[in-house]
């Protein structure tokens, strides 16, 4: 078995590598039970074909309680136990399900992920967070559970649609940002063209963004402290994503990227030349820095958010590009940050 890129907790093995030379050996003889969706079926069937599978939809509206509840039926109806090991293949919503089934069925089962999108691959298969939303907000109902492997295989990036590709990218700015200033500085210097193209700088992008969030999970895998810095750019993300649905998730993190940059500038935490790089990256990858909706309806999303302590938020803000600082705010003096 090949030696993985990465581990977190020393139970989850992370791999840049091809699923197709990989998957088997991972696997082994085990009872595979595949979770995903119609289109990746049909884009991965050679890939797929030896394993039952259960599809679900596509898109957040379907990341609820009730399509895990169909997935525990189906799994249920298929005799599945203790034993069998359930693939999650797809993206960040694939992946998010149904390590959260996986977690609750039969008390647990082992899984793992094949992530094939980019912001699934630099963010949402990694670090053991599975849930789902209510009611529109994010991830209300979740646990902290490790994948057995993720299969993070850039060759499945080159039949991403483009804005599913440039959303993704804002995960990677977002990881750089916190933790590592040498690939910020390489992705100035390159376009969103030459990062599809380019096979070896985007599998370097990507291999960046996962050493980031595996080296601050592996420090706090329950977000009691570093693991609150991945959250740059969420919490504003998931109360625009609550707010309009002109945003998917990585466009809504490149806005909150932007306006915490802002924040941070105001308040004396970053030089204004570092926060116009930060949004000119953004920019230069095609992304929206602007919220669709009133700061003042975000506002009072955000107070929502599960992050918030009491009175509290936790916010994160860039000190320098490469890293970052958890500052706690009083839900009263957000308008005053943010206005």
Not at 9 to 21: F, K, N, P, V
Not at 282 to 301: D, E, Q, W, Y
């Amino acid at each position: 078995m090949a030696n993985p890129d990465f581990t977190v907790r020393a139970t989850s093995r992370i791999y840049i590598a091809s699923a197709t030379e990989l998957l088997p050996s991972l696997v082994g003889d085990r009872r595979v039970v595949v979770v995903t969706d119609a289109t990746i079926d049909r884009l991965y069937a050679d890939l797929l074909k030896p394993y039952e599978k259960i599809l679900i939809g596509r898109g957040e509206t379907i990341k609820t309680l009730q399509t895990a509840e169909q997935i525990v039926r189906q799994l249920v109806a298929m005799g599945a136990d203790r034993n069998t090991f359930l693939l999650a293949v797809g993206g960040g919503i694939v992946t998010d399900i149904a390590g959260f089934v996986a977690s609750i069925y039969m008390r647990g089962i082992r899984f793992g992920f094949i992530s094939t999108t980019l912001l699934g691959q630099v963010d949402a298969s990694v670090g053991g967070k599975n849930g789902v939303n209510l009611d529109g907000y994010k991830n209300m109902i979740g646990c902290f559970t490790q994948p057995e492997f993720v299969i993070c295989d850039p060759t499945m990036l080159l039949t991403l649609p483009e804005r599913e590709f440039r959303a993704g990218l804002a995960e990677i700015v977002k990881a750089s940002i916190i933790g590592d200033e040498a690939m910020f500085c390489r992705l100035e210097q390159a376009t969103v063209e030459e990062l599809r193209r380019d096979r070896k700088l985007l599998a370097a992008a990507v291999r960046s963004a996962v050493r980031v969030k595996a080296e601050i999970v592996e420090r706090d895998e329950r977000e009691a402290g570093d693991r609150r810095l991945l959250n740059l750019g969420h919490t504003l993300a998931h109360a625009i994503e609550k707010s309009s649905k002109a945003m998917i998730h990585g466009e809504a993190v490149a806005v909150g990227t932007a306006v915490v940059a802002d924040v941070a500038v105001k308040i004396g935490l970053l030089t204004s030349v570092q926060r116009d790089r930060i949004r000119a990256l953004l920019v230069r990858f095609g992304l929206t820095i602007a919220p669709p909706v009133a700061m003042s309806r975000l506002l009072k999303v955000m107070t929502k958010d599960k992050k918030s302590a009491g009175n509290d938020l936790h916010l994160i803000l860039p000190r320098e590009i490469g890293r970052c600082e958890v500052m706690t705010v009083h839900k009263q003096d957000l308008n005053s940050w943010f206005e």
